[in-house]
């Protein structure tokens, strides 16, 4: 029996919690996931299925070593970093209530790092789209001949992806934020 597997899935920022669910499903079927490889490839490694809370918080390398420590008194086990996402799990068997599966103690600290998430990865991406994708495109258009068509295709395809990622992670962003 193969004791890896490499699957493919996206997820936006947004999604880190359907992440979460997808992980916790693939352990509960005996795929434990050891790492990721940037943008969308997970790696697991077979063991036996058991029930195991994961959980993602996002700190873009603000954390420190007393994060860590916090983590693990509580019983979590820090094991992936991915793009500014930390990974953690822990058995369901460990935990005694439903409060113990969280890693967030409150709504306060959700909301944080949601704000945190919107902060330093959608305006970025918003600045970039308005300072260098939309003014290329414009250009593009613009202009006459064949390769400047291609160029026009070639921007339009990127418009119509980051406009889909702004309206999706935007909405769900702020659906978040009202939740908590």
């Known amino acids: 029996m193969n004791d890896q597997k490499t699957l493919i899935r996206f997820f936006t920022i947004s999604d880190y919690e359907d992440e979460e669910i997808w992980l916790r499903s693939q352990h509960q079927q005996g795929w434990k996931l050891v790492k990721m490889i940037v943008p969308c490839f997970y790696i697991f ?28 008194d509580y019983g979590w086990e820090y094991f992936a ?23 967030f103690s409150d709504n306060s600290s959700r909301m944080d790092m949601v704000n945190h998430v ?28 064949p390769f400047p068509d291609i160029i026009t295709i070639i921007f339009s395809i990127l418009l119509v992806i980051y406009l889909y990622l702004f309206i999706h992670c935007g909405l769900k962003l702020r659906e978040m934020k009202q939740k908590y």
């Open 45 to 72: 490694e077979s063991c036996t299925p058991q029930d195991v809370v994961y959980r993602l918080d996002y700190k873009n390398n603000t954390e420190n070593r007393d994060y860590f420590q916090i983590f693990q």
């Open 81 to 103: 970093r991915c793009m500014g996402w930390l990974y953690f799990r822990r058995p369901v068997s460990e935990t005694d209530t439903r409060q113990d599966e969280e890693i």
């Open 118 to 145: 919107i902060k330093t990865r959608m305006l970025p991406l918003i600045c970039i789209f308005f300072c260098c994708l939309l003014p290329n495109f414009i250009n593009s258009v613009e202009q006459d001949g």
